[in-house]
């Protein structure tokens, strides 16, 4: 969901909305400038909200924003599409950190924390791979459902996670 931003909006924006390759550079900008500003503020704000709908929260902002695209793609849509999805991102990398490190059993959070790492970069193949087949067969509408769907089953499954996580710490030990 997270590579959707960095691997399938520029294509669409340059092929399919005639944006221009060198304004892709200043709306790309916005994610660092927006991270800088604002991560350790949204981090603080969202630290009273449980573990499960915040990374659900945090996936549906990051990936249905592309779905506005179908309508419109006017430079301030763009912009909003983006902070919207950087605003999911930032909610989604201190949690999903938290959730590796919670789900870990005793000496095992190394390899947890490799494996969610690995998971981040086959997502990273898997986007433009997926999505951009998707794009030439069936268009940027469909590529952006499929964006949005994947979000969706992420949001389900962090929550799911969580949530299990939450109910087995609150689980007296059995003896």
């Known amino acids: 969901v997270v590579s959707a931003f960095v691997t399938l909006l520029p294509v ?12 892709w550079g200043p709306l790309f900008a916005l ?19 449980p573990l499960a709908p915040k990374l659900a ?21 763009v912009a909003a599409i983006v902070a919207v999805s950087v605003v999911g991102e930032m909610l989604w990398a201190p ?21 969610a790492t ?11 791979a997926v999505g951009l087949n998707v794009r030439a067969s069936r268009g940027d509408t469909a590529m ?12 389900l499954l962090y929550w799911h996670a969580a949530r299990a996580h939450e109910e087995a710490v609150a689980e007296p030990a059995l003896v």
């Open 118 to 128: 690995a998971a981040a970069w086959v997502g990273n193949a898997l986007a433009p």
């Open 12 to 23: 669409a924006l340059t092929q399919t909305h005639g944006l221009s390759p060198a304004l």
């Open 57 to 77: 929260l945090a996936m549906l902002l990051a990936g249905l924003p592309f779905l506005v695209l179908s309508v419109s793609a006017a430079l301030p849509v």
């Open 31 to 49: 994610n660092p400038v927006l991270v800088v500003f604002l991560q350790l503020r949204i981090t603080r704000w969202s630290r009273r909200i």
């Open 95 to 115: 949690a999903s950190e938290v959730i590796v490190s919670r789900l870990a059993p005793p000496g095992a959070l190394g390899l947890y924390v490799g494996v």
């Open 144 to 155: 952006w459902a499929l964006v949005a769907g994947v979000a969706v089953a992420a949001a």
